[in-house]
């Protein structure tokens, strides 16, 4: 049977991996400046993660959400004292666009309008109304085009204003720095007026931490760094370094009932096993200050390198902007330095997503690559 074939492919194949490192079938051995795409937080193959995923299995894997299941409740006040939100409440599913899907089905449920406000170059994942507040029409089919979303600029507070004066709009989704768009951040004035309008227009402010979340951006979560409370946040990348888990976060004045939303894998016990590894090493490594500290490190070092335009993000969810498309150079990283990096819907953006746990070193052989590849090319 042949592969559906949508993922244009780089020529590695990754057979084994160990903290920021990735070996492939020949043995050769790769630096990972992409986490997988954000998503390994605490580095590969964690001896605590291994442990508590083998134990696990060893007793249960899988039950359904028809029963109890106690590492739900120990996830969520783990995750609650680490992340400074313990008044929210916990829904678990198994993916980003999981957790977006519900988040906007929740905020529609809580005040009884249907209209979306997102913003541009943002993206929210491939599930029915994520993808419509996803701003690129090439992933959006017919299908999900029946939903209302309206995509405006960020940084434009009145333009949000005439769109949720309207009393249709049942949720406003922003990305607290955009991933896939390439780094870009709203400054905090915007972020404090969007939950201003919000709770003046009984609208749901939705807080896509799915890439950002875990401590990707040197705190817990992106939009502590603005210094707002969101109605919703959701979750996913980080959150089990590779085991597929989602979740949102939902505020108190949001009330549940029984089956306002539901799956059949998400909070099972192996992917709760996972997170909460991967929160236990979160706190004993202080992975999120030292996100902090090597991204500023990053940002520092980066300058260095000749024809950069600017440099982007925060902690360890970074990105180097050029004046030109970044293409080339990242396969040069992988082929010919044996790094992994990302890409962005920004062309000239090489997105930095390295696991919390690279060092200084590491940083510094990648700066050194990069400078070597852009001053015989250019
Ligand atoms: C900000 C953001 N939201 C949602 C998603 C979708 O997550 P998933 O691919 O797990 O469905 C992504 C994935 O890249 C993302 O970056």
């Keep these: 049977m042949k592969l559906f074939d949508v993922y244009p492919l780089y020529n590695v194949d990754p057979v084994k991996a160990e903290d920021c490192y990735v070996w492939d079938k020949e043995g050769k051995e790769y630096l990972d400046l992409y986490g997988g795409h954000a998503v390994i937080s605490i580095g590969h193959g964690h001896p605590h993660y291994v442990n508590k995923l083998k134990s696990q299995l060893d007793n249960i894997g899988f ?32 993916s980003g666009a999981e957790a977006n899907e519900n988040a906007l089905k929740l905020a529609s449920f809580h005040n009884g309008k249907h209209r979306v406000v997102a913003f541009t170059n943002g993206f929210h994942g491939r599930t029915s109304a ?93 939009f502590q760094h603005h210094g707002i409370n969101p ?12 085991f597929p888990i989602g979740g949102i976060l939902i505020a108190p004045h949001i009330k549940s009932k029984y089956g306002l939303l539901g799956t059949t894998f998400g909070g099972n016990h192996l992917a709760c096993a996972a997170c909460i590894a991967v929160l236990d090493v979160l706190e004993k490594e202080n992975l999120i200050d030292k996100a902090a500290l090597t991204g500023n490190y990053f940002m520092q070092k980066a300058q260095e390198i000749p024809g950069v335009k600017m440099l982007k993000g925060r902690g360890l969810m970074l990105g180097i902007e050029f004046d030109y498309e970044v293409g080339e150079l990242r396969k040069q990283l992988i082929y010919e330095k ?17 696991p919390l746990t690279i060092q200084t070193t590491e940083i510094d052989k990648f700066i050194e690559a990069v400078k070597e590849i852009v001053s015989i090319t250019n």
Excluded: W
């Design 130 to 222: 994520a993808v419509a507040a996803t701003d690129n029409k090439a992933i959006i089919a017919p299908i999900n085009a029946q939903q209302e979303v309206t995509i405006l600029p960020m940084g434009n507070l009145s333009a949000v204003e005439a769109e949720l004066k309207k009393n249709d709009v049942c949720a406003v989704i922003i990305e607290p720095i955009q991933g896939v768009g390439g780094l870009d951040e709203a400054e905090t004035e915007f972020f404090q007026g969007l939950e201003q309008l919000c709770k003046a227009n009984n609208t749901c402010l939705i807080l896509d931490e799915v890439q950002s979340g875990f401590g990707r951006s040197g705190k817990f979560f992106g």
């Design 231 to 242: 109605d919703i946040i959701s979750m996913a990348k980080g959150m089990g370094n590779g």
């Design 63 to 94: 039950y359904s959400n028809a029963v109890h299941n106690s590492l739900q409740k120990e996830l969520a006040d783990k995750l609650g004292k680490l992340s400074g939100c313990d008044e929210y409440e916990l829904f678990l599913c198994s």
């Design 338 to 354: 044996r790094m992994f990096t990302g890409g962005a819907k920004n062309k000239n953006v090489l997105r930095i997503l390295p």
